[in-house]
Structure formats: structure tokens, C-alpha cells
């Protein structure tokens, strides 16, 4: 096999790794990694009410430092 001559035996990838890049590209149209570079826990601090209320607490004290109010209200920045 081409594959074999190019990469060597133990480098060729897995049947079964061809067949899941092979659906992928069909359904996407890529093989890249939807996720990639979201690692982690998803934000759930930027929420329509917290918006609302950081909104109000800015108006109340314009000279908050962005760092300040969020620790100040126990939210995340």
C-alpha cells in the first residue's frame, strides 16, 4: 500500500480511524475538531440577569474597576 511505502507499517492509521474521519467529513465537511480550543468548563457566568445586574452596578459606581465589581457581586469576570 501507498500508506505503508510513505509512512512506514506501524504508522498507518486504524480502519476504523478512516471510517470516523470519512462520516465526519460528510456530515461537517471538515475533519478538524469542532471543540478545539474550548477546553474546559463551558461559561454559565454571562446570563441575561447578570448582564442586567452588572449593568445596574456599573451605573451606581462607574469608577469600579472591571477586576473589582465582579469579585465584589462573587461572579467570574
Given at each position: 500500500m501507498q500508506c505503508w511505502r510513505d509512512f512506514?507499517?506501524?504508522k498507518v492509521p486504524d480502519g476504523?480511524?478512516?471510517?470516523?474521519l470519512v462520516v465526519k467529513?460528510?456530515?461537517s465537511g471538515s475533519v478538524?475538531?469542532?471543540n478545539e480550543g474550548h477546553s474546559g468548563r463551558p461559561r454559565?457566568?454571562?446570563t441575561p440577569n447578570n448582564i442586567k445586574n452588572m449593568r445596574g452596578w456599573l451605573k451606581e459606581s462607574p469608577?469600579?474597576?472591571?477586576?473589582?465589581l465582579p469579585q465584589e457581586?462573587?461572579?467570574?469576570r
Amino acid at each position: 500500500m501507498q500508506c505503508w511505502r510513505d509512512f512506514g507499517r506501524d504508522k498507518v492509521p486504524d480502519g476504523r480511524t478512516i471510517e470516523c474521519l470519512v462520516v465526519k467529513f460528510r456530515e461537517s465537511g471538515s475533519v478538524a475538531n469542532a471543540n478545539e480550543g474550548h477546553s474546559g468548563r463551558p461559561r454559565s457566568v454571562k446570563t441575561p440577569n447578570n448582564i442586567k445586574n452588572m449593568r445596574g452596578w456599573l451605573k451606581e459606581s462607574p469608577r469600579k474597576s472591571v477586576r473589582g465589581l465582579p469579585q465584589e457581586v462573587d461572579i467570574s469576570r
